[in-house]
């Protein structure tokens, strides 16, 4: 015997657990065998194709692997994505999203594919025109409304374009409106829509492509009170509450008032703050705002022309229907001399939870003014966040809050206000361009699923802006 052969000897272990053979899976796409790990197909839906060959490979009892007739090129694309969580970087550059979703629908892994292709959080200050949707059609888009999960519907003309989560155009419902002016969607099935010119607030089942109902305002108690024509100004949701809120005006512009509507019956439960005859002194809300870390819902109208703007502001508690906070002002028209004397009536108004603050842009000035939530009660509650120098002004200057974020529109710009850091543990708001200037006049812009969409004066399609994956 060698020296120290016997201390040497090797030793053949048995092999670890994880590589029995129900550890790994076995199939066939298309001619191709994949192998891969119950810890890959954990991550597909549910009930889904996947799933059962995870359930099937733990009790043993299938002898033969299956097969799948299907593009065994996309399914490596699809596997990757279950086993790294992420798109490859090379073969899923050769397919359409379209076609890495079907293939994710049929095998049970959207959920997956959802997660792996979502754009990073929203950030101002990163942020750039991904891509273009374009409604078919001559009509410009009117107004938008975006789901959490990314999605979208847009009203052009007298018609509504659904998108899903990855942007797939879904189909396009024909509703009984002229032009929408007013579009919301109340869940993933459900969308409401209104027109200034047309009675009424349309429930549309956008899976259907049908209309469901149609809500009109009625003073049931004193039904002698003849209301002309009610048309929808503004619409707002609290889906926690299942309640949808309405803004109504009537034709003559002599009757307003705010429905609170049960989502589930689509029947309305109670109004806020109707005005009649002389008491409609001001126009009805034409935006509406859920503010429900507070249960608040802001109601704002502002109106101008040659003459002048006039604005309110109302915050109501919908628990007493009592407004809680009110805020009026005016500002005289171009001809008046003096114009930096008079008061800058506000063009747009949002509320920001996690800024705790209202927002306000003026219409002289444009400049961004801020109002804390917790000291509304103070003779002066604005305080304004630009410096010295003046911003373009204008009544068509728009305001939209995403999280610790302020989007200001001005004319084709677009500015973020966002956070930045000081001593002592603080913070304050500061201004920064969003990405190429320049273009035609922004009209609308809605955020979702860390998405920003936005639709431009004169043109058919609608950018999406998101943040740079990194």
Known sequence: MAPFEAQFKPVHAAPPAYYTKSSVIVLNVGGTVFHTSPSALKKADPGSILAGLLVDSLSAQKQEEPFFDRDPDLFAVLLSILRTSKLPSKKSHSFSIDDIVSEAQFFGAEGAVRSAVAPP???????????MVAPNGRDRPSALSAGNDGSLIVGHGSKISVYDWALRKQRTVLTHLNCIDTLHRVSSSIAVAGAV???????????????????????????????????????AS???????????????????????????????????GRQLGGAADLEAATKLEWIGGHDLLLASSVSGGASGYRGQIKLWD??????????RESSSGPSVKQQELQTDCFADVIASEELCGIFKVGVRSGSVFMADLRQLNVAEPWVTLDDSSQRPGGGQNRLLGCGRQVFCSRGADLEVWSEAALKENRSALRRSFVGKQGGERITSMVTGGNRMFLARKDMQGVEIWESTKL
């Not at 959080?121 to 891509?131: F, T």
């Not at 209309?211 to 009109?216: A, G, L, V």
């Not at 919908?318 to 805020?327: D, L």
């Open 318 to 327: 919908i628990r007493s229907k009592n407004a809680v906070w009110e805020y």
């Open 238 to 272: 609290s889906p926690a509450k299942g309640l949808l809120f309405a803004s109504f005006e009537s034709s003559r512009k002599n009757a307003n008032t705010i429905l609170l509507i049960d989502t589930e019956s689509f029947l309305p439960v109670a109004e806020l």
């Open 121 to 131: 959080q929203l950030d101002g200050l990163d942020m750039s025109i991904k891509s």
């Open 197 to 235: 010119d047309f009675q009424g607030l349309h429930v549309y089942d956008l899976v259907q492509g049908v209309r469901r109902e149609c809500i009109d305002w009625k003073i049931l108690e004193a039904p002698e009170i003849r209301l002309h024509d009610p048309t929808v100004q503004a619409v």
